[in-house]
C-alpha cells in the first residue's frame, strides 16, 4: 500500500470539510427558495381571486347601469309619445319588485 503524504490527507479533509459546509448553505438556500415560492404562489392565487371578484362585481354594476339606462331612456320615450296605457311604472331602485307579464294570456 502505498503511502500518501500527511499534508495531502489534512488538505484532503479540508476540503471534505468546505465541500460540506457548501452543501449545507446550498440546501438552506433552496429550502428558502422553495418556501419563498410556495408563498408567492399563495399570493398570487389571492391576488387573482380578488381580482376574479373584482370583475364579476364591476360587471354586475355595469350591466344595472345599462339595465336602468335602458328603462330610463324606455320611460321618457313612453311619455314623450304619449304611450302610458297599459304600461306599469318600473322602479328603478333594487328595493321594489316588478312583475312583468309577458302578454300572453
Do not use: W
Amino acid at each position: 500500500m502505498a503511502r500518501v503524504p500527511h499534508g495531502t490527507i489534512s488538505e484532503t479533509i479540508e476540503a471534505t470539510m468546505r465541500l460540506k459546509d457548501y452543501s449545507a448553505m446550498q440546501t438552506t438556500k433552496v429550502v428558502k427558495a422553495e418556501k419563498e415560492v410556495a408563498q408567492l404562489k399563495q399570493e398570487l392565487e389571492r391576488t387573482m381571486s380578488g381580482f376574479a371578484k373584482e370583475k364579476k362585481e364591476l360587471e354586475l354594476t355595469y350591466q344595472q347601469q345599462v339595465d336602468d339606462m335602458f328603462f330610463s331612456d324606455y320611460q321618457c320615450c313612453m311619455k314623450k309619445h304619449d304611450i302610458t296605457n297599459y304600461i306599469h311604472n318600473i322602479p328603478l331602485n333594487e328595493e321594489d319588485e316588478v312583475e312583468l307579464d309577458d302578454g300572453v294570456g
